[in-house]
């Protein structure tokens, strides 16, 4: 065997190599782009939850368990600040 063959067959098997390695390549953009989209929903998900679990605690705290009282006491004493805060600055612009 001369040096040509061997040098044929090593390119050959380095383009064989390149083919594999592009072939995974795609295949690996592929997965990402699915574990984006999936990544995206659960952050949705997530979100969602979060809103209805407040909305939850909001509920349960009108039912009177002293816990969920002292929490909506807090809520309401945190809207009313904000309330103030709002009218505070609104008549500094007057």
């Known amino acids: 065997m ?5 040098l ?7 383009l064989n190599k390149l083919k ?5 390549i795609n295949e690996l953009q ?7 989209q999936e ?3 659960l952050k949705k998900q997530i979100s969602d939850l979060k809103g209805e679990n407040e909305s939850l605690k909001m509920a349960n705290s009108l039912l009177g368990s ?6 909506t006491k807090r809520k309401i004493n945190s ?10 600055q609104f008549s500094e612009v007057r």
């Open 2 to 6: 001369n040096n040509f063959d061997v």
């Open 8 to 14: 044929e067959r090593r390119i050959v098997q380095l």
């Open 20 to 24: 594999e390695n592009h072939l995974l």
């Open 30 to 36: 592929t997965e990402n782009q699915q574990f984006n």
């Open 39 to 41: 990544s995206i929903s």
């Open 66 to 71: 002293k816990e969920s009282k002292a929490f």
């Open 79 to 88: 809207l009313i600040k904000e309330v103030d805060f709002c009218i505070h």
